[in-house]
């Protein structure tokens, strides 16, 4: 690694606004040499597979269509285990960060954030380090990768620990039933779990309703 020269990295997005933003950030910032931008993991495979290059990390969208970023990083750190790669989320889902992790990504962080942050995680994986949600870590299995929940969300979770029906839980709170189901399947896509089992077990574990 050194530091005296910039950091190497590519872009992948199939959003040519994501990639042009990005550009643009990275143009005045002398510690990022952005060598090239790929609109699909499949072009960026094709590319590195037969004209490999001399990269220090891939910074990629982990929702892209046909082949998305869990599986292009997993192809990726086959051919390349070297290659450092971030993935970027339009939102926290902890099954796919998950995915990401075991696919081999060194880091995750939401499209929301501003440019300090964004420099300090591709700093970090530069250096060897894990970086997720704003931590980071020498080792992957060191960081908790906790979701964090609304106001509203913790209520229902609570009325679920509780074993409060959705009718009573919509009654209790003032809401549509298919509001508290829609809210219901945001917590349970946030846990990565399938059933309310899960949401239970994870809100007496982290202590929501104490």
Do not use: W
């Not at 060598?35 to 590319?47: A, K």
């Not at 004209?51 to 599986?71: R, S, T, V």
């Not at 990504?105 to 949600?133: H, M, S, T, W």
């Amino acid at each position: 690694m050194n530091e005296s020269k910039p950091i190497q990295i590519v872009l992948v997005d199939d959003h040519q606004i994501i990639l042009d933003g990005l550009m643009a950030m990275f143009k005045s910032e002398p510690s990022i040499d952005v060598l090239r931008t790929f609109s699909s993991g499949e072009q960026l495979l094709e590319t590195i597979t037969y004209h490999p290059i001399d990269l220090d990390i891939i910074l990629m969208d982990i929702e892209m269509k046909a082949l998305n970023g869990i599986e292009t990083a997993r192809k990726v750190k086959e051919q390349f285990p070297h290659y450092h790669i971030i993935m970027l989320s339009q939102h926290f889902n902890r099954q796919l960060i998950s995915r990401a992790i075991e696919a081999g990504a060194d880091g995750y962080l939401p499209k929301n954030i501003g440019k300090e942050e964004l420099l300090r995680g591709i700093q970090e994986v530069y250096r060897g380090r894990i970086y997720f949600q704003g931590k980071s870590d020498p080792q992957k299995s060191n960081l908790v990768l906790a979701p964090s929940f609304t106001p509203r969300e913790k209520e229902i979770m609570c009325l679920l620990v509780q074993e409060k029906t959705n009718s009573e839980i919509a009654s209790s709170l003032g809401l549509k039933a298919t509001t508290v189901t829609q809210h219901r399947q945001n917590i349970m896509s946030k846990l990565g779990v399938g059933h309310i089992g899960g949401i239970v077990h994870y809100a007496l574990q982290a202590g929501l309703c104490n």
